[in-house]
Nanobody, 126 residues
């Protein structure tokens, strides 16, 4: 019933920009905080950013602060990750996830999230 689908990945040069989207269905979207995670080959999954149910609070990993912006449109059941000044090390599979608490922080681990998308390649260096 619940479906979470990421999209928007593609080739981009270093220093470029890209926006990822994540659309959720089968749940009450504004009951959930939402997070973005990423995983590169041979590396552990890391939290990138998260946003509270209303969008009033956001968190970012140190590696993306100042470059990425997380946002959500509850009317569209959609989560976004706007990425600027992209670096080769941003190349990874990107996943969005939903957590029913409605709130999140940098200390909220991936195991706390209830629903996950299938992932998208995100930015791929060229």
């Amino acid at each position: 019933q619940v479906q979470v689908v990421e999209s928007g990945g593609g080739l981009v040069q270093a220093g470029g920009s890209l926006r990822l989207s994540c659309t959720a269905s089968g749940l009450t979207f504004d009951d959930y905080a939402m997070g973005w995670f990423r995983q590169a080959p041979g590396k552990e999954r890391e939290g990138v950013s998260c946003i509270s149910w209303s969008g009033s609070t956001t968190y970012y990993s140190d590696s993306v602060k100042g470059r990425f912006t997380i946002s959500r449109d509850n009317a569209k059941n959609t989560l976004y990750l706007q990425m600027h000044s992209l670096k080769p090390e941003d190349t990874a599979m990107y996943y969005c996830a939903a957590v029913l608490t409605g709130y999140c922080s940098s200390s909220l681990g991936s195991s706390a999230y209830h629903f996950w998308g299938q992932g998208t390649h995100g930015p791929v260096s060229s």
